[in-house]
């Protein structure tokens, strides 16, 4: 997964097909416990792109976009907002997977 270096980068990144935003933090032990089953996310879905956001380093784009609880994923298509799983709460490899298949085409 890339990080996200600029704010810029992250308006670019909205316009593409099928983008996901997933807003952590180093200090987030629920964000270290998804961390290892990433890779696996990504390749179920090889037709997204996967971008971290490091909320302590974009504090004013999770404002901009309402994410005041990490792990949290925000999905992107074509300039769009697509879909959200904002929340604080820890997130199973099943619920993201049933939040980005949900996802509209």
Same mark, same amino acid.
């Given at each position: 997964?890339r990080?996200?270096?600029?704010?810029?980068?992250?308006?670019e990144l909205? @316009?593409?097909?099928? $983008?996901?935003?997933?807003?952590?933090?180093?200090? /987030?032990p &629920?964000?270290?416990?998804?961390?290892?089953i990433?890779?696996?996310?990504e390749k179920s879905?090889?037709d997204? @792109?996967?971008v971290? $956001?490091?909320r302590d380093?974009?504090?004013?784009? /999770?404002? &901009?976009?309402?994410i005041?609880?990490?792990p949290?994923f925000?999905?992107?298509?074509n300039?769009?907002?697509?879909?959200?799983?904002?929340?604080?709460?820890?997130?199973?490899?099943?619920?993201?997977?049933?939040?980005?298949?949900?996802l509209?085409?």
């Amino acid at each position: 997964m890339r990080n996200l270096q600029s704010t810029e980068e992250f308006h670019e990144l909205t @316009k593409e097909s099928a $983008v996901i935003f997933m807003f952590t933090a180093g200090w /987030c032990p &629920d964000c270290r416990v998804i961390d290892p089953i990433m890779p696996d996310i990504e390749k179920s879905f090889p037709d997204h @792109k996967f971008v971290s $956001v490091n909320r302590d380093e974009f504090i004013d784009l /999770c404002i &901009d976009q309402d994410i005041y609880g990490i792990p949290s994923f925000l999905a992107y298509g074509n300039g769009q907002e697509t879909g959200r799983f904002v929340s604080k709460d820890r997130k199973t490899q099943a619920e993201i997977e049933g939040f980005i298949s949900n996802l509209p085409k």
